[in-house]
């Protein structure tokens, strides 16, 4: 089992990054296929970024999100530039063992999750 705590969020610009951690601990942190997700008020839950042995990232955030992870850290990380009001959310991160499947793209896929943490961009 892992537990995940995310930082990070807060009230930027349109035009202006941040960067989101999320600490696990727990099992190996290796040893976990781990992704970003979002949701915005009235929302479904929706994928962002997902990393195994290669990442892979949703259309709308292409080109301005990176997904990283420092395994000796335990930490997960995403990268966020050129944000716009519409990347308004909350962002959970998500971890699911092993990495059989590469990256994966739905909630569903994923046991443990973080507690989320907001992001608001103001126009």
């Known amino acids: 089992q892992v537990q995940l705590v995310e930082s990070g969020g807060g009230l930027v610009q349109a035009g202006g990054s941040l960067r989101l951690s999320c600490a696990a601990s727990g099992r190996t942190f290796s040893a976990y296929a781990m992704g970003w997700f979002r949701q915005a008020p009235g929302k479904e839950r929706e994928f962002v970024a997902a990393i195994s042995w290669r990442t892979y990232y949703a259309d709308s955030v292409k080109g301005r999100f990176t997904i990283s992870r420092d395994n000796a850290k335990a930490t997960l990380y995403l990268l966020m530039n050129s944000l716009k009001p519409e990347d308004t959310a909350l962002y959970y991160c998500?971890?699911?063992?092993?990495?059989?499947?590469?990256?994966?793209?739905?909630?569903?896929?994923?046991?443990?999750w973080g507690q989320g943490t907001h992001v608001t961009v103001s126009s």
């Open positions: 998500a971890a699911r063992f092993g990495h059989e499947l590469g990256v994966v793209t739905g909630p569903s896929e994923y046991a443990y």
